[in-house]
């Protein structure tokens, strides 16, 4: 059973279209982060959120975290090829990271 | 590149044999974590040190896996007598562990261990 519940598994659209992912718990944490890997790769840090309701943005990408630091959620504006990949979260408990299963995103151009 | 670097990349090795992973963390972070990957699946926990002091083993972590850090830098992963099941890529990562919020850690490239 995964600690972090991440939805969807799969997601494939069109370059150009905008997409959600999410990332919920019923844990708290003192932090989330998100990551993006490609296949044969360890996970790249995209973003670390803090504080409850933090909104971040990264380019295209706004990341939330939920006021009650349990949940977040990953949207990406007029997705490009380049953005396919794994894409995961990870909460902070009890001074380790447990992973979500992650979204494998794939974006055709 | 993160800094964390991970020796070998991949290693092809037959059932029964033992294997070592070496992880050279970013030099100035005092946690080190090692996780296992399968396909299709988000890194799980499989250990962590603060320092040299291994303070969290998964059930993951049978008795055939040990891992170390003897001087608070870099650490090793064996796996004695490996199993097909062992098939994963092994990440390593590290952080400050500033024991709360915003403890990002960096993740190395991993190492692939094939086991046939």
């Known amino acids: 059973t995964q600690l972090l519940e991440q939805s969807p598994q799969f997601l494939s659209i069109q370059e150009g279209e905008n997409l959600t992912v999410y990332c919920n718990s019923s844990?708290?944490?003192?932090?989330l982060q998100w990551y993006r890997q490609e296949p044969g790769e360890g996970p790249v840090l995209l973003v670390t959120?803090?504080?409850?309701?933090e909104v971040k943005k990264l380019k295209r990408l706004t990341f939330q975290f939920g006021d009650a630091r349990k949940d977040s959620s990953l949207h990406i504006t007029a997705a490009q090829p380049g953005d396919t990949g794994l894409y995961l979260c990870a909460g902070e408990d009890n001074n380790d990271m447990r992973f979500g299963a992650g979204t494998r995103l794939t974006v055709k151009p | 590149d993160t800094g964390v670097s991970q020796d070998p990349r991949h290693k092809i090795t037959k059932r029964g044999q033992n294997v070592t992973f070496r992880c050279d963390p970013i030099s100035e972070h005092n946690r080190l974590y090692w996780y296992r990957q399968t396909l299709g699946q988000g890194p799980e926990f499989l250990t962590y040190?603060?320092?040299?002091?291994?303070?969290?083993k998964s059930r993951l972590l049978s008795d055939r896996f040990s891992a170390e850090r003897p001087k608070g830098s870099f650490s090793t992963l064996e796996i004695q007598r490996t199993e097909q099941g062992d098939s994963a890529m092994y990440l390593c990562a590290s952080s400050l562990g500033t024991g709360g919020s915003g403890n990002t850690i960096y993740f190395g490239e991993g190492s692939w261990l094939t086991v046939v």
């Open positions: 040190f603060q320092n040299e002091a291994q303070l969290e």
């Open positions: 844990s708290v944490f003192s932090s």
């Open positions: 959120v803090v504080t409850g309701g």
